[in-house]
């Protein structure tokens, strides 16, 4: 079997999933006749995001996240190596509730949708813990292409949820991962990152057998998605206004003017009191209204592909 992963990853954290995913299929590889192959292809952007971020560079990819107005394409892949790909894997990560915009411009280039057509996918999303929307843009952009979603991972911080944004904020504006004395470390734990060779081991199993049509159910036995219909009521609410305000902010200019600047601070203003104010009392009604809220109808479709 060969297998490309097509990763996207500033910290690290989204290749640090692929690789251990993978882990179990390389060291498969000559044993019993098997013969496995995983190939690497980073995805790199035209439009240079930095990590660590300032708090101005990465409000400014707001409004182009959420409407799905990636400002640049992305640098030519060689394909020539993996045009007979058994299977394909992209990693990658969530930005403002939508696929990062590295990843939208992979889903958006003639050459990889050429490519991808036809193949199956596996998309491992390695997030803090609002993935659902970006899921579903994901399946989206592979229907278009006329690939197939076959499965879909998602490695994700388990700090609860104000814990999280702490963390997080940390991280990507300072650098800082490693938790403190009040403060967990930031991301998906190293211990979720390793446990998910097991992700792997699946894959190799239903290749054997020659069937990948049902992978996902496999995958969710094993814990592939954990999820929290609290935090996905906060994620469907945020995102429809997250659209309202990329809206607003684009009406005063694209990506990088400087013209926008007042608007972007007002969102930021608004996203501090909607996380820290908003949200607690947000995820007490949804808790108040469980029964009205189909969650077992809402999770099986989540988190199907």
Not at 22 to 41: M, R, S, T, W
Not at 52 to 81: A, T, Y
Not at 178 to 198: F, H, I, M, Q
Not at 261 to 273: A, I, K, N, P
Request: a positive charge.
């Amino acid at each position: 079997m060969k297998i490309t992963v097509f990763y996207y990853s500033q910290t690290g954290q989204a290749l640090n999933a692929a690789h251990h995913i993978c882990q179990p299929l390389e060291a498969a590889n000559g044993a019993d006749g098997i013969e496995n192959k995983v190939i690497y292809k980073e995805i790199i952007p035209l439009q240079h995001y930095p990590f660590p971020w300032n708090r101005k560079e990465f409000f400014n990819c707001f409004p182009e996240s959420r409407l799905e107005f990636p400002p640049s394409g992305i640098q030519p892949i060689d394909f020539s190596d993996i045009e007979d790909t058994d299977l394909v894997i992209v990693a990658g990560q969530s930005w403002f509730l939508s696929p990062s915009l590295p990843l939208q411009s992979f889903f958006s280039d003639s050459e990889v949708r050429h490519f991808l057509n036809g193949h199956d996918v596996i998309f491992v999303n390695a997030c803090r813990n609002m993935w659902l929307m970006t899921s579903r843009r994901v399946k989206a952009y592979l229907q278009e292409i006329g690939a197939r979603l076959v499965g879909h991972i998602v490695l994700q911080d388990e700090a609860p949820n104000l814990i999280s944004v702490l963390t997080v904020i940390r991280w990507l504006m300072y650098g800082k991962k490693k938790g403190t004395n009040l403060l967990p470390n930031a991301g998906v734990s190293e211990a979720n990152l390793a446990a998910s060779s097991r992700f792997g081991i699946i894959i190799q199993s239903l290749w054997t057998q020659g069937n990948f049509s049902h992978i996902q159910d496999h995958f969710l036995t094993v814990g592939a998605i954990k999820y929290n219909p609290s935090v996905l009521f906060l994620e469907k609410a945020g995102h429809r206004t997250f659209g309202l305000w990329a809206k607003y902010i684009r009406r005063k200019g694209g990506f990088g003017d400087n013209r926008r600047q007042w608007r972007l601070s007002l969102f930021y203003g608004y996203l501090l009191f909607a996380l820290f104010v908003v949200s607690p009392f947000a995820q007490l009604f949804f808790w108040l209204t469980y029964p009205l809220q189909q969650v077992r109808k809402h999770q099986k479709a989540d988190c199907s592909v």
